[in-house]
């Protein structure tokens, strides 16, 4: 698997794979950017994901998740913190999500 120094170059990287849409995580679901996709967690796959460390400051931990879903014909990523500044709802759907083998 590819690896990435910085999650600017993770998102290009992504991008060129063809991970080009950007998504949002509601309450149960996740939105594409433009709002016409509500996809559930067994609508979708986690392909792979990344994560990045702040040099000095916890607030910099993130991480990005490569999402497809064959059912809607998209790709695209999911950015989030992770660590203590994590949000509790991310958490949760993230056990939800169904990774790929």
């Known amino acids: 698997m ?8 993770a ?14 995580l509601k309450q149960d679901y996740l939105e ?4 016409k996709f509500q996809i559930r967690h067994h609508e979708f796959e986690i392909d792979k994901f990344f994560r ?10 993130s991480i990005v998740y490569a999402i497809s879903s064959a059912k809607y014909n998209l ?4 950015v989030s913190a992770y660590g203590i500044y994590s949000e509790p709802l991310v958490d949760e759907m993230i056990k939800k999500f169904s990774f790929a083998k």
């Open 32 to 35: 594409s950017s433009n709002g």
């Open 11 to 24: 998102l290009e990287g992504l991008e060129k794979e063809g991970y080009s849409e950007e998504f949002n």
């Open 2 to 9: 590819e690896s990435y120094n910085t999650l600017v170059e």
């Open 52 to 61: 990045f460390e702040g040099e000095t400051d916890p607030s910099d931990e």
């Open 75 to 78: 790709k695209g990523v999911l």
